[in-house]
């Protein structure tokens, strides 16, 4: 692995000739447009590189499947992943797999002809996992958990048939920030999302490519690259609830405090066990003194304190 991932750079795109020919001040908001979706795109190249690289996501002659849903995430995911494909220092497969679960109104045209545009090798998987959902829950309740555990299995089984060596998920730094919330808010564990898993059949290797990347940037980049994205709701199943109060609560603060998601996505990877209470990721029986001074440590009987935030130069209400 080496730093290829991020480094290497996307040409601006170049003013098309009709735009060329608009009047001044219309012309002057498409290069501004043109400039922003530029940034965008190189931003989330950076993150998405700077992923596979610190979690080693895909080494050469990886077969990389790709697990696409048809909403905004994981077309922004098979987007960039083939601008990587393009730059990358190893040679890696990608293969977009799609399960069609038989969703009433599900509209099955819509992927394979947009796969087929693309050029990438795509696999369409049509079970109808509705209709055992529906059989088997009753009306009323939430039929996501059989649901989802259905679609698992059938596309691990995919990927096999497929000699996928990895298996692609398009969730995002903001699901993981949430995923984390929720099981510390209703799991009592510290634990998020990993970047990069074994399956729970112990058979797959499942990666996030999008871990550092803001789920407000796959709505631009969704809306930039006009994807044909696809409903969520036509199985009719109430969304997630806690799920979307988390994720009110965490755009709240965001707005209320700028800057506090980044903060709390940089210390899921600033983990300090020694200060946290589990007994099985420090030994607090082996703390001794050791005589000698160390500026940095912990002073123990002070609370820590932190520089306050400021904007416009006037110090921001924290909480
Ligand atoms: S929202 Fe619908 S499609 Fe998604 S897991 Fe739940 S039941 Fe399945």
Redesign the pocket.
Known sequence: MNAFWTEADTAPPALEASRARAPVASREALERAAHEAHKLEKRLCRQVGQAIMDYHMIEEGDRVMVCVSGGKDSYGMLDILLKMQQRAPVSFELIAVNLD?K?PGFPDHILPAYLEQLGVPFHIETQDTYSI?KKVIPEGKT??SL??RL?RGILYRVADELKATKIALGHHRDDMLQTFFLNMFFGGKLKGMPPKLVSDDGGHVVIRPLANVAEKDLVRWAEHREFPIIP?TL?G?Q?NLQRKQIGNMLRDWEKQYPGRIESMFTALQNVVPSHLMDTKLHDFEAVRTTGVAEPDGDTAFDLESFPIPTVGGLPMRIL
Do not use: N
């Open positions: 679960q969703q959902v039929m996501c649901c989802s679609r969520c199985c199943s969304e």
